[in-house]
């Protein structure tokens, strides 16, 4: 299992104040909401393991075993909390919280970004975000939390993505609709 972290090692201390301040406004805007009329949306997954481990001493632990765990039963992997809220028609903030049983850091923002995705009857669209964010490059790691709907674990270039690629930054999208290109 990936152990995604939040920090972002190649960035000076003080970028990182202003993100993780970013962070935090992102945060609010989300759970704490600016406009009732607009939606809302939380999502929440927890993951967990039955493990029968054997007496030697896991790789995470400087050992040979081949498994994380190294106590018998259900052991508690990672969990997350992702939030949406739409600002207006056209603006969403996005954030996701991580929480991990193991690792350098267990609890943190993986993404949160403020998105701008206007209506618009063209052919070709626009869309932006700024904040942090994973690529859109994955066709394995789609749901929320960098997380796979299909598969256990993450393939190992999916765990290097969302691990080494994860942007702070600033994004623009042109793309096009499958159906007004009547696309099969």
Excluded at 84 to 89: A, K, L, M, R
Excluded at 121 to 127: E, S
Aim: include cysteine; charge should be positive; charged fraction near 15%.
């Amino acid at each position: 299992m990936n152990l995604m972290t939040s920090t972002l090692y190649s960035i000076t201390t003080s970028f990182m104040r202003t993100a993780t301040l970013i962070n935090i406004v992102t945060f609010v805007c989300i759970f704490l909401g600016i406009h009732s009329a607009f939606a809302q949306n939380i999502t929440a997954r927890v993951a967990t393991a039955i493990v029968i481990a054997d007496s030697i001493p896991s790789w995470q632990n400087k050992g040979t075993g081949l498994i994380r765990g190294e106590k018998n039963g259900v052991q508690w992997l990672q969990g997350f909390v992702a939030g949406s809220y739409s600002i207006s028609p056209n603006w969403q903030d996005k954030a996701v919280i991580n929480a991990y049983a193991d690792g350098e850091k267990k609890l943190g923002f993986t993404q949160a970004y403020l998105q701008y995705k206007p209506l618009s009857p063209n052919n070709i669209k626009f869309k932006s975000r700024i904040g942090t964010f994973y690529p859109e490059m994955s066709v394995e790691n789609i749901s929320e939390g960098w997380l796979s709907p299909y598969t256990y674990k993450q393939s190992a270039i999916n765990s290097w993505i969302g691990k080494e690629l994860r942007t702070l930054g600033a994004e623009a999208t042109w793309f096009s609709n499958g159906r007004k290109r009547r696309s099969p």
